[in-house]
Structure formats: C-alpha cells, structure tokens
C-alpha cells in the first residue's frame, strides 16, 4: 500500500473539481434562477393598418397572456398573435408566467391613424373621410338628395312643379248602438 501523502496537488485539485461542479450546477440551473422573459421586435409604434400581426419570443415561461387572454407559443419560444386596433391609441400587454408563478410583463404602445388630418381655414384640424359615400335607390315621390365627400346632403333647388296629393278611397264604417 501506498503511503499517505499531506500534498497541496490533492487539495487543489479537489477545490477546483468542486468549483467546476458548482459552475456546472448554476449554468444548469440558471432557467429558473433567472426568470421568463419576453422578447418583441417594438414597443411604440404608428400604423396605419386595422389589423396588426403581435409576433416574438418567450423564454422559460409555462404560459403567455396578451390582454389577459392565453396565446399559443411554440416548443421554441415563439409566438404569434393578430390584433384588432382601435383608432387611436392602444395599449397590449403581454404577461409571461413561469412554473414557479414568477411573471414578466412588457407593455406595446401602438397608434392606429384610421383617417388623415387635413387643415382648414380656420386653423383646426378636421377628419378627411376616405369612404365612398353611401347612396340609397331613389323613393317615389321623394325629394332627390346629392351625396357629398362630407357626408352630408342638401336637396337640390326646387325647379318642378309639387305633384297633387293622392287621394285615398272613401272606407265606410257602420257603428252599432
């Protein structure tokens, strides 16, 4: 048998074997150290269509919510999700939930211009419609209305002359004593 050696190699060596394993121990653990995370392209934004594709990616998470409502992510992290805009400003928020209830939230700020600003003389800003204007098959005997870019209608200038009222039968009725 080999006698027994009081060496500093044996003490090193076992010190560094050690660190190794706890470096190891922490890389491995460090999923749930750290936390769920989420990634998306912007947080601020002006757009111009209705409909806006939400699309990014989760890490660590056992569930994701937009607006409160669960959204499907992929094995890989990844999500996507459409949003109907309202006009003007809205606001989304993604909230990502770990297995051990820890939760990450990041807030999207979007702007949605459903119609352009024009300027008017007097200084004010006024919307522009950018519909057609809608128009209804002529009524007899109605006064014809011209359809406008604003929307409104005005009748036109009375040229022609009123066609007489109709006049309806005479019904007769009998009441009893």
């Known amino acids: 048998m080999l006698p027994y050696r009081d060496s500093r190699l044996t003490v090193v060596l076992l010190g560094v074997f050690f660190l190794i394993a706890i470096l190891y121990a922490l890389f491995e653990a460090r999923g749930q150290l750290m936390g769920p995370t989420i990634t998306v392209d912007t947080r601020v934004a002006t757009v111009d269509e209705p409909l806006l594709l939400i699309e990014g990616h989760a890490e660590r998470i056992s569930s994701l919510t937009m607006n409160g409502k669960e959204i499907p992510v992929t094995e890989d992290g990844l999500f996507r999700e459409p949003y109907l805009l309202a006009p003007g400003y809205n606001r989304i928020l993604l909230k990502a939930t770990d297995s051990y209830g820890r939760s ?32 209804t098959p002529p009524i007899p005997n ?31 009725s009998t009441t009893t004593p």
Do not use: H
């Open 104 to 135: 990450a939230e990041r807030v999207l700020e979007l702007v949605y211009n459903a119609e352009e600003l024009t300027e008017t003389t007097s200084g004010t800003s006024t919307p522009q419609s950018t519909s057609t204007p809608i128009v």
């Open 142 to 172: 109605a006064v014809p209305t011209i359809p406008t870019t604003t929307g409104t209608a005005t009748p036109p200038p009375q040229t022609a002359t009123p066609t007489p009222p109709t006049t309806l039968p005479a019904t007769t």
